[in-house]
């Protein structure tokens, strides 16, 4: 039985892998990319009620009043480095599977409105859950299954590099999603408040949303 401590992190992050599984299943019976465009909306709006319903149970969200410009400062930074690495680790070695990505046009006009609701979803939502689920929860229970009682300061290297590579298979661009994994995770430890990764995170898919639009880059999404 799952302790209740550690299914408040994984219900969240469980339901995004639900619809993502989803979503490759029903590809492969024949839907089309643009036909399950909408599933995204689905998948957050359903995340967003899991972490809302538990988050009285998320002790490690609580605001870090001790944390200053310098926490802040560093994880924006963080951030726009991820975001860089992200776009340029491409090599194909650095690539596991193919993405299919999201492409919001319809006869080449942008849909707005699921661009809006892509790049909300990735930059407000998707931190907040894979930052609950990969570095409060994964990686701290590596190092201790009591990992509420774990400070982020004494996660050892076996633990920070198993969760960082879980990470990093969690995701097509391997390469870019390990170092991400451990910048993030690196963040957690130095700030003692997951507030500083989520911010790092929201910082990378926000810019990176920006950018695949402007750019037409599609596949990165």
């Keep these: 039985?799952?302790?209740?401590?550690?299914?408040?992190r994984i219900a969240p992050f469980a339901a995004y892998v639900f619809f993502m599984i989803l979503e490759d299943a029903l590809l492969k019976f024949g839907w089309e990319a643009n036909?399950?465009?909408?599933?995204?909306?689905?998948?957050?709006?359903?995340?967003?009620a899991l972490l809302w319903a538990m988050r009285s149970a998320y002790s490690e969200l609580?605001?870090?009043?001790?944390?200053?410009?310098?926490?802040?400062?560093?994880?924006?930074?963080?951030?726009?480095?991820?975001?860089?690495?992200?776009?340029?680790?491409?090599a194909?070695?650095?690539?596991?599977?193919?993405?299919?990505?999201?492409?919001?046009r319809?006869?080449?006009?942008?849909?707005?409105?699921f661009v809006a609701v892509?790049?909300?979803?990735?930059?407000?939502?998707?931190?907040?859950?894979?930052?609950l689920f990969w570095r409060s929860f994964l990686m701290r229970w590596i190092q201790h299954p009591d990992f509420l009682s774990v400070?982020?300061?004494?996660?050892?290297?076996?633990?920070?590099?198993?969760?960082?590579?879980?990470?990093?298979?969690?995701?097509?661009l391997w390469?870019?999603?390990?170092?991400?994994?451990?910048?993030?995770?690196?963040?957690?430890?130095?700030?003692?408040t997951l507030w500083s990764p989520i911010l790092a995170h929201a910082v990378t898919n926000g810019i990176l949303g920006v950018w695949i639009v402007a750019t037409g880059n599609w596949g990165f999404w």
Excluded: C
């Excluded at 194909?92 to 919001?104: I, K, L, Q």
């Excluded at 319809?106 to 409105?113: H, L, P, S």
């Excluded at 400070?151 to 097509?172: C, E």
């Design 1 to 8: 039985m799952v302790d209740r401590t550690n299914l408040y």
């Design 35 to 48: 036909d399950l465009r909408w599933l995204y909306a689905v998948k957050i709006t359903v995340v967003v």
């Design 62 to 90: 609580r605001w870090p009043s001790a944390a200053g410009f310098r926490t802040w400062g560093a994880a924006i930074i963080a951030g726009i480095v991820v975001f860089v690495a992200w776009i340029n680790m491409t």
């Design 92 to 104: 194909d070695w650095m690539v596991m599977g193919e993405s299919v990505g999201f492409d919001p």
């Design 106 to 113: 319809n006869d080449e006009e942008i849909d707005w409105i």
């Design 118 to 131: 892509r790049i909300a979803g990735a930059a407000l939502v998707v931190p907040v859950m894979e930052e």
């Design 151 to 172: 400070d982020p300061a004494q996660v050892g290297i076996k633990a920070l590099t198993i969760a960082a590579i879980l990470f990093a298979l969690a995701h097509s």
């Design 175 to 192: 390469f870019a999603g390990l170092f991400a994994g451990f910048v993030y995770s690196l963040l957690y430890m130095r700030s003692g």
